[in-house]
């Protein structure tokens, strides 16, 4: 300690006073290292072709409980958040989107998700998807109804999510008759039918064809079609009673005309002057 002496002023009377100094204590603060996160893409998911896909990134986490970044990488090739790749915590991504990044058919796919810190540190991981393959539907109608003497019965068509579709004529009791493309799905009868002489199993002009649309990976849809043939008047009568007459003077009744026609239904024939002869 240090003795200080104060004149009181009042005689010159000094004073002792004790004073006491602590050494002055100097503190430096060491900022902790940045901690890195940890990315989590969940999964693993299953979907089916044409779905949506539910991404889960919430349970990515920083120790530091810093704001994570994200940033997907959908076509595995190790970019993430590219133009069209969600980033956002928890995307729905569109089946569009999927097959742009080429998921477009059934398989196994693996889905990679970066997450940034904002602070220096990333972590990035991966799961995978699953897609399902999905069996194409015959869409047009399986009841047709087709004038006699035309080869066109109808075009087949039949949707699916992912894949191309094949179609064949693979049954039902008439299915010799009829023939049908590949490709367009176009159904003809390999020869055009006529009503008044049906060929069909039992002779009632009603056709039955099996047709099938199968999209190459397993899944097929199978339509029996029944097709209905209806008559045309395609024939001309034929009048049958004699074209010369005689008849006794002071008769009415000159002659009582027939005619036949082959058109079936049977067809009502009705009779007029068309002319005069010479």
């Known amino acids: 300690f240090i003795d200080v002496f104060v004149a009181s002023g009042m005689g010159g009377l000094n004073l002792p006073v004790n004073l006491t100094f602590t050494p002055q204590q100097q503190v430096s603060v060491t900022p902790s290292a940045n901690s890195t996160p940890t990315a989590d893409a969940g999964g693993p998911y299953v979907i089916n072709e044409g779905d949506l896909l539910n991404l889960v990134g919430g349970a990515s986490s920083d120790p530091d ?22 980033v956002t915590e928890s995307p729905t991504v569109s089946w569009a989107t999927l097959v742009g990044f080429g998921i477009g058919n059934d398989g196994s796919f693996t889905i990679g998700l970066q997450v940034d810190d904002g602070n220096g540190s990333i972590d990035t991981t991966t799961t995978t998807l699953t897609v399902n393959n999905v069996a194409p539907t015959i869409t047009s109608s399986f009841t047709l109804v087709v004038a006699e003497n035309t080869t066109f019965v109808q075009t087949v068509t039949a949707s699916d999510p992912a894949d191309p579709v094949t179609f064949t004529v693979n049954g039902g009791a ?27 199993a039992d002779s009632n002009n009603v056709y039955e064809v099996q047709v099938s649309a199968d999209d190459g990976d397993g899944g097929i849809d199978v339509e029996l079609l029944s097709v209905t043939l209806t008559g045309v ?27 036949t026609d082959d058109d079936l239904p049977a067809q009502t024939i009705t009779f007029s002057i068309a002319g005069s002869g010479t």
């Not at 409980?65 to 969600?86: F, K, M, Q, R, V």
């Not at 009868?189 to 009503?195: E, G, L, M, R």
């Not at 024939?235 to 005619?259: F, K, R």
Request: charged content about 20%; cysteine-free.
């Open 233 to 259: 008047n395609d024939n001309t009568p034929v009048i049958t009673s004699g074209n010369t007459q005689l008849i006794d003077e002071n008769q009415t009744v000159v002659h009582m005309l027939t005619a």
């Open 65 to 86: 409980l810093d704001t994570l970044t994200y940033a997907w990488d959908l076509d595995n090739d190790s970019i993430y958040g590219e133009i069209g790749e969600p």
């Open 174 to 200: 008439d299915q010799a008759l009829f023939a049908i493309d590949a490709t367009t799905g176009v159904l003809t009868f390999k020869t055009a039918p006529d009503f008044d002489a049906p060929t069909d």
